[in-house]
């Protein structure tokens, strides 16, 4: 399935990275709209290819490859990201968002840096407050 998934964050950066050409950094899309962007351009999704693993400024603990991933969108917030493409020199904080006592916690988890990734060892990871 690996193979399927790498198949399809190829075709997805094509198409991103085509859609920013023609209309700027400044898109901001819901999840279902960027899927439909995906499907309308021959891009067959699968369950498991998640937008959420292709950003910028977002971590999945289980993703053992971030550095090497395709980052595409910058996380905005629950189901909105802005649209970026692969080639962009994004600069921001990696958070990673997990829940505990109901509550969803954020972890700052590392930084980019021209749009490439540094993440902190495990026990570097700190609390995050978007109010800072």
Request: aromatic letters at 12%.
């Amino acid at each position: 399935m690996n193979a399927n998934l790498d198949r399809i964050s190829k075709q997805a950066e094509r198409v991103i990275n085509a859609f920013v050409e023609e209309n700027g950094y400044q898109v901001i899309m819901t999840t279902r709209d960027i899927r439909k962007l995906l499907t309308d351009n021959n891009v067959g999704i699968h369950s498991a290819w998640l937008i959420s693993d292709h950003c910028y400024n977002h971590y999945n603990l289980g993703l053992i490859e971030f550095e090497q991933d395709i980052h595409l969108f910058e996380y905005i917030s629950n189901g909105r990201y802005r649209i970026l493409g692969s080639q962009y020199p994004y600069n921001g904080d990696i958070l990673w968002f997990t829940k505990e006592n109901h509550h969803t916690i954020k972890y700052r988890v590392g930084v980019m840096e021209n749009g490439k990734p540094i993440l902190f060892p495990k026990n570097q990871y700190t609390r995050f407050d978007a109010t800072r």
